[in-house]
């Protein structure tokens, strides 16, 4: 049950390596379901996802072996896929759309059944105890539900982005009694 936690993908050299060790097959053949569904809650300028995705490609995955797959009335097997990347943007937003199409399942079924999931960002805030930590770079709540509760997979709060919002991070980490797992950018933490 692999599961890759990072701020805005895969960029470090050694942590890249790590993540490709996690594969029993060769780079170029691993098909990989990449969940976009975050993005369609984001404001503003959204280039970020661009760079992002080429990041997945400098992993060695192939284009062709990549299926983009937003969360929805579309049901899809996650087990048919070697790997799963749900890519960052509204935390809140990709939240609700787990809940309302019962995705938590799926998540959890293909976890445990040992298909690595990569989380970025909201990816990764999302399989923590609470969504609070996206609040703090901006992420606005999309429906009236004042739940911040996460998925529970991984015990405790993600926290990613540390070096781009540390002071408001560490007010908030004062206040937060729960085990913290904090994610610089480019970088991240492999949980087996």
């Keep these: 049950?692999?599961?890759?936690?990072?701020?805005?993908?895969?960029?470090?050299?050694?942590?890249?390596?790590?993540?490709?060790?996690?594969?029993?097959?060769?780079?170029?053949?691993?098909?990989?379901?990449?969940?976009?569904?975050?993005?369609?809650?984001?404001?503003?300028?959204?280039?970020?996802?661009?760079?992002?995705?080429?990041?997945i490609l400098a992993l060695g995955v192939l284009e062709e072996n990549i299926r983009e797959y937003k969360?929805?009335?579309?049901?899809?097997?996650?087990?048919?896929?070697?790997?799963?990347?749900?890519?960052?943007?509204?935390?809140?937003?990709?939240?609700?759309?787990?809940?309302e199409f019962g995705f938590d399942k799926q998540i959890r079924n293909a976890i445990g059944k040992g298909i690595p999931y990569i989380g970025s960002s909201a990816g990764s805030i999302v399989l923590g105890t609470t969504l609070k930590p996206a609040k703090i770079y901006g992420d606005i709540p999309v429906t009236d539900r004042q739940d911040y509760e996460g998925l529970g997979i991984v015990g405790g709060a993600i926290i990613p982005h540390m070096n781009k919002k540390s002071d408001e991070y560490n007010e908030w980490l004062k206040t937060w009694s729960g085990k913290s797992y904090i994610l610089y950018d480019g970088n991240g933490i492999i949980i087996k």
Aim: glycine share 8%.
């Design 1 to 55: 049950m692999p599961i890759v936690l990072s701020s805005c993908g895969i960029l470090d050299p050694d942590f890249k390596s790590q993540v490709l060790a996690l594969f029993d097959k060769p780079i170029d053949s691993v098909k990989l379901l990449y969940i976009t569904t975050a993005i369609d809650g984001e404001r503003g300028d959204k280039s970020w996802a661009n760079a992002e995705y080429k990041s």
């Design 71 to 99: 969360i929805g009335n579309e049901q899809i097997d996650l087990t048919a896929f070697d790997a799963i990347y749900v890519l960052g943007g509204n935390t809140f937003y990709l939240m609700n759309k787990i809940r």
